[in-house]
């Protein structure tokens, strides 16, 4: 022991106790997905507390010069077999409250392990137990054992990540309870036989607290339920409470607050259900409660079966390219979308087939490196090396049972990291797969600056052609796209006398009838999509006045991997978000050919880029400035170009979309103050423009209102800017482009990222003259381009009723076999279900 104490000594001054904040990575590699559960275990760095695997831990050792690490290997112990039959110990409880971590909620599932931590000291790999350390001098053993002990109290960064305790069952006193006014009109319920007063339908059913009237609840997404009548009842009454008949038992009942669309509690029941003769303490429960609902949904992910082919026995797949995605709670969507990306070869090239450059250029946290986590996610999904069969250890004998699925891997550190700062990414709440397909590309965009792109495998340009009704002259505009959203004609229906059957059936009380889901062509889809669109309120430059147009979008370009969404979630006229609950014939070739954009037509007169007359509103006098700076023969002084009325409103609304202020104002001025349609297509159709964020700057004016070459750069602003990567001349260009505003010249920096990579000299450091000689005009994204013919590879369908719950679980084609991805479970598929889709994926079919 005395040589390892002296070595240990040598290495005091590196070994560190966690202080609060230090993020303690304990539970996964930095660099590939080995656990303490893996074989050779992790070794956590004693400095920095970063986790290493076997096969990683020399190589860190190496780049750092750090020699103590603390090694934990876990081993799972034998599951005791869960009965009551002479065991001692009761069955495991099922789910009676909508919670997770809590009495009567989810269980969080806690496997039993035996943990085994030692100290190891590289490069000679000595070994230090917490016995070894009792025979050490006091100065070791004190640091030594408050490192050991801060980093195995700590919590791992995985474990501050995942919901730990969730409760969505807690419901507030109703603020209509105590003082709830109760109609007396003789009405007394019967303890049961309810049927709804109008339909008669026998299930569902509610009874409103203040008159009695017994009607059925709200009709659910796939068309059961019931018909709505309870709360058509409150929208012509408005009284607010009722209680589910069949819930109602001595410990309590449902009860709905209408006013407040929330499930309530009544301290009043027991009074407020005698009043209708109804006698709590001897009523029993006949109907599921929503809350036993809600447990039945979270519990029978599976019977969504048609989506996930529950209906068949599935064969288990293992292998390279074959490899499971655990669920760290409402993230199908994230494993869903990066499934597929990475059968893409751009991101496989990318990110998997320069894994060993990557992570030898790893900064020192590759925690927080973009490139680093995608390449490690991608090369565990890949690989193969984590597509195992699991072993369940199902008895105390040591006898172990090869489940039907298999490790996977569990993608938190990637989660993490793209999901820092998003409002919605960063949660565990279920998001939409096609929003987070977006900020993916979003973020692989801005980090692949120089270097291969994988998203230009997405990126199309499509072609608006807009036709003014009037003069018959054209406007032609481009605008970069990843994402084609196809239209639901729900009208064109091909089964619609089938649905209105089923619809007459259930108004008139009948609770047998099955569900029918609407059938639409594909080809309905696409000509919903690409017929022409008539523009009212259209402002033309031709006649100078408001008139109509028409709209039609064509393919500019055709990209090798085109995404189409089926636009399936909507609004209802009351504004409840909806799920379209339809089948769709998508095919798995398809030709786009003829949706090339043609550009202008022979002959064809564009209209004229002019301003609309001035902004001015009658009540506002013409001045200028004059009186201040100018006199009366200065005719530019007096112009009302100088000084614009726009109207606010409109500004404000695009902007509360997401779009800057100045592109805001310029949409407003250039299209005549003649709403927000009118400026939201100026908006869509100068995107990607060089100058979309830029000041708007007004004719017979030399300059808007950003800083003009000449004007100083707030030298913090511009070093900020630097620091994140980008040269002084393009810090300089943003800047300049947002009135010297920090905040705004990052995200004009960001969108414009094609114009900035042709910047190889400074705009300020020329005169005017010098630039326009030397350089050539920016040019426009890079987007590829070829046949308009495809072929389907891949899908992800989404299962619930609405994008904001539910389950997702994706389809790809592997050497011709449909391959269904359900998170960790990954199996042939046996009947793709292609016409239930979401997100469908194709690639270009070679001629």
């Not at 797969?433 to 979003?442: D, G, M, S, T």
């Not at 001025?669 to 009118?678: C, E, F, L, Q, S």
């Not at 389809?811 to 009947?831: G, L, P, R």
Request: aromatic letters at 8%; a negative charge; proline letters at 6%.
């Amino acid at each position: 022991m005395g040589d390892v104490s002296e070595v240990l000594k040598s290495v005091l001054s590196t070994i560190r106790v966690p202080k609060p904040g230090d993020r303690v990575h304990k539970d996964e590699c930095a660099l590939s997905f080995s656990s303490p559960e893996s074989e050779g275990g992790l070794y956590v760095c004693m400095n920095s507390f970063l986790g290493f695997g076997s096969q990683y831990v020399d190589r860190h050792h190496a780049r750092s010069g750090q020699r103590a690490y603390l090694h934990i290997t876990r081993t799972r112990k034998a599951k005791k077999e869960e009965d009551n039959s002479g065991s001692g110990h009761p069955p495991k409880k099922k789910p009676t409250r909508l919670a997770i971590g809590i009495e009567g909620g989810f269980d969080v599932e806690q496997e039993n392990y035996e943990e085994d931590v030692k100290v190891v000291i590289f490069p000679d790999r000595q070994e230090v137990t917490s016995e070894d350390l009792a025979s050490m001098p006091d100065v070791v053993k004190e640091r030594v054992s408050l490192s050991m002990t801060g980093i195995m109290v700590a919590d791992s960064v995985s474990h501050t990540l995942q919901v730990q305790q969730w409760d969505g069952e807690v419901r507030q006193e109703s603020r209509h309870a105590v003082e709830l006014k109760q109609l007396d009109n003789g009405i007394k319920i019967p303890p049961s036989g309810w049927r709804c007063e109008v339909c008669g339908l026998q299930e569902n059913i509610w009874m409103n607290l203040t008159d009695g009237k017994v009607l059925c609840g709200r009709r659910y997404f796939d068309g059961t339920g019931g018909n709505n009548h309870a709360l058509l009842h409150f929208q012509e009454t408005g009284h607010p409470l009722a209680v589910k008949l069949g819930t109602i038992t001595p410990d309590g009942a449902d009860v709905y607050s209408y006013d407040e669309d929330d499930m309530v509690l009544d301290s009043k029941l027991p009074e407020h259900l005698s009043h209708f003769g109804i006698n709590m303490m001897t009523m029993e429960k006949t109907e599921r409660t929503m809350t036993e609902l809600e447990i039945a949904v979270n519990q029978r992910v599976g019977e969504w079966e048609v989506i996930q082919e529950s209906g068949t026995t599935l064969r288990p797949l293992f292998g390279p390219g074959l490899t499971g995605m655990k669920n760290l709670g409402n993230s199908c969507y994230l494993n869903s979308v990066m499934q597929v990306l990475f059968t893409v070869p751009d991101f496989q090239s990318k990110y998997v087939c320069n894994i060993d450059k990557i992570i030898d250029e790893a900064p020192s946290d590759p925690t927080q490196d973009f490139k680093t986590q995608v390449a490690k996610l991608g090369y565990g999904l890949l690989s193969g090396e984590y597509s195992k069969l699991a072993q369940d250890l199902s008895d105390e004998n040591g006898a172990s049972e090869p489940k039907d699925y298999q490790i996977g891997i569990a993608p938190q550190m990637f989660k993490a990291l793209v999901g820092r700062g998003h409002p919605e990414f960063s949660t565990n709440r279920q998001q939409d797969a096609q929003e987070f397909l977006l900020h993916f590309i979003n973020m692989v965009e801005r980090n692949c600056r120089s270097g291969p792109n994988p998203s230009e495998a997405f990126r199309f340009l499509l072609e608006d052609r807009i036709v003014c009704q009037q003069s018959q002259k054209a406007k032609y505009t481009q605008r970069v796209d990843y994402i084609i959203q196809l239209p639901v004609p729900m009208d064109q229906a091909i089964n619609t006398d089938e649905l209105q059957e089923v619809e007459r059936r259930r108004e008139n009380g009948d609770s047998s009838v099955s569900p029918v889901r609407a059938q639409i062509p594909f080809a309905t889809c696409m000509a919903a999509l690409t017929e022409p669109e008539l523009l009212t309120d259209f402002w033309s430059s031709a006649a100078q006045a408001k008139t109509t147009a028409t709209k039609t979008t064509r393919f500019a370009s055709f990209p090798d991997h085109l995404v189409i969404q089926i636009k399936k979630f909507t609004f209802g006229l009351d504004w409840v978000p909806k799920k379209l609950d339809v089948s769709i014939d998508v095919p798995d070739t398809l030709d786009l050919s003829a949706l090339r954009a043609a550009g202008q037509q022979p002959g064809e007169e564009l209209l004229p880029e002019v301003a609309p007359p001035p902004l001015m509103t009658p009540d506002v006098e013409v001045k200028g400035i004059l009186g201040s700076h100018g006199n009366e023969e200065d005719d530019s002084l007096y112009s009302p170009l100088l000084s614009p009325v726009l109207d606010d409103s409109t500004v404000c609304q695009l902007c509360d979309m997401g779009f800057p202020m100045e592109a805001c104002r310029k949409a407003v001025y250039y299209t005549g103050n003649t709403g927000i349609d009118a400026a939201m297509n100026w908006v869509m159709g100068h995107l990607d423009d060089p100058d979309f964020s830029a000041p708007l700057i007004l004719p017979g004016c030399s300059s808007g209102g950003g800083t003009t070459p000449t004007e100083s750069i707030c030298e913090e602003h511009l070093a900020t800017i630097v620091s994140m990567g980008f040269s002084r001349d393009q810090a300089t260009k943003a800047l300049r482009a947002t009135s010297n505003t920090l905040e705004r010249a990052v995200d004009w920096i960001f969108s414009h990222l094609d114009d900035l990579e042709s910047m190889d000299v400074s705009e300020g450091g020329r005169s005017a003259a010098e630039s326009e000689s030397v350089r050539d005009p920016p040019p426009g994204p890079c987007v590829r381009d070829g046949p308009g013919k495809y072929e389907l590879f891949a899908f992800i369908s989404h299962m619930g009723t609405s994008t904001m719950c539910g389950h997702y679980v994706c389809h790809i084609k592997k050497d011709q076999q449909w391959v269904i991805f359900n998170d960790q479970k990954v199996c042939a598929s046996e009947k793709p279900p292609k016409d239930l889709g979401y997100l469908y994926f194709y690639r270009r079919v070679a001629e």
